[in-house]
């Protein structure tokens, strides 16, 4: 089944670029660039992917992102996860990166886009997979703070195709980037939102209605509000569901338990993706493996998810 779901074509659209930095390719730039890492090698590293929940895992993650400095960074990282791609028949990938992360460590906006962009373009010119950036805000800094990494992304607005909104969701309700949603859709720009991981369904409802989203990413909290479920199910809203993150991050005590094949059969538009895969423990095929050793998943429900990523995808 493996095998088989690995040849199965496929869409990403929840994969955050430095969510995808393996122990290895972080200790190997970290030795380019000089920094000094607080584990003593990559085991020790591994071993410190035990989270009890989204802030513990925030906190690894930007540390291990401190050892992207330079433009080349930024596309082996890239170039790593298109490499992913290929091996597993991800045929096409809308990955998010967040800027804040590193430009609040002096790391110039342009470096970072770049480097990612470079490889994009190496991807779909050696490997023929097609895609599209999203840029990412951090809900938990202030609006002003997105504000002005709007500002900065603007004279590079061909480089994506979206804002999204990411990081801390639990007291960072959608609600509070309103305004700089409404500037980035006015100057052209699609939106999506994390919200209803950790956040409540209200979150999604504030992300539907306020910041105006083309899908949800996670979503999985939405089953407890039938009014919105039903809104779900009504305009075919996408949700990009990452259920070993899901597990990893105490969403779901086990896989057992996770509800996206029960959102599938009541016609919700769910989606399978690896969102952090080197903290996770899986890309996209291995996501789709534990559906079927833990629910039971069959081909037919493993064709319709990989058909709704490539049907929710912003660039056709």
């Known amino acids: 089944m493996y095998?088989?779901?690995?040849?199965?074509?496929?869409?990403?659209?929840?994969l955050h670029l430095e969510g995808s930095l393996e122990p290895e390719l972080l200790f190997a730039l970290a030795e380019r660039n000089k920094v000094a890492l607080p584990w003593a090698d990559v085991e020790t590293l591994r071993k410190a992917y035990a989270f009890n929940?989204?802030?513990?895992?925030?906190?690894?993650?930007?540390?291990?992102?401190?050892?992207?400095?330079?433009?080349?960074?930024?596309y082996d990282l890239t170039w790593a996860y298109l490499e992913r791609c290929k091996a597993q028949n991800v045929i096409h990938t809308e990955p998010f990166f967040d800027p804040q992360t590193h430009t609040d460590r002096g790391i110039p906006f342009e470096v970072v886009l770049t480097g990612i962009c470079q490889a994009l373009e190496d991807g779909r010119e050696q490997l023929g997979i097609s895609s599209g950036l999203?840029?990412?805000?951090?809900?938990?800094?202030?609006?002003?703070?997105?504000?002005?990494?709007?500002?900065?992304?603007?004279?590079?607005?061909?480089?994506?195709?979206?804002?999204?909104?990411?990081?801390?969701?639990?007291?960072?309700?959608?609600?509070?980037?309103?305004?700089?949603?409404?500037?980035a859709r006015a100057e052209g720009f699609l939106a999506v939102?994390?919200?209803?991981?950790?956040?409540?369904?209200?979150?999604?409802?504030?992300?539907?209605?306020?910041?105006?989203?083309?899908?949800?990413?996670?979503?999985?909290?939405?089953?407890?509000?039938?009014?919105?479920?039903?809104?779900?199910?009504?305009?075919?809203?996408?949700?990009?569901?990452?259920?070993?993150?899901?597990?990893?991050?105490c969403v779901f005590d086990h896989m057992r338990h996770h509800n996206i094949l029960e959102m599938l059969e009541r016609g919700v538009k769910v989606t399978v993706n690896s969102d952090d895969p080197?903290?996770?423990?899986?890309?996209?095929?291995?996501?789709?493996?534990?559906?079927?050793?833990?629910?039971?998943?069959?081909?037919?429900?493993?064709?319709?998810?990989?058909?709704?990523?490539?049907?929710?995808r912003l660039v056709k």
């Open 3 to 14: 095998e088989w779901l690995n040849a199965l074509p496929k869409a990403e659209l929840h």
């Open 53 to 74: 929940n989204l802030q513990e895992f925030l906190d690894l993650y930007y540390q291990g992102a401190g050892v992207l400095r330079t433009e080349q960074d930024f």
């Open 134 to 183: 999203i840029l990412s805000f951090l809900r938990h800094l202030s609006e002003e703070e997105a504000q002005k990494t709007l500002d900065q992304a603007l004279p590079f607005r061909d480089a994506f195709i979206a804002v999204g909104l990411d990081s801390s969701e639990k007291g960072h309700p959608p609600s509070k980037f309103q305004r700089v949603f409404d500037r």
């Open 193 to 249: 939102a994390h919200a209803g991981e950790e956040g409540p369904p209200e979150y999604i409802w504030e992300a539907l209605d306020l910041l105006k989203i083309e899908r949800i990413d996670h979503g999985v909290r939405a089953v407890e509000d039938e009014r919105l479920m039903q809104r779900i199910i009504d305009e075919q809203i996408p949700l990009t569901v990452c259920p070993l993150s899901n597990i990893k991050l």
């Open 278 to 312: 080197a903290y996770f423990g899986g890309y996209v095929t291995e996501n789709f493996a534990a559906l079927h050793e833990h629910l039971g998943m069959t081909q037919e429900q493993a064709r319709r998810l990989a058909q709704n990523s490539l049907d929710a």
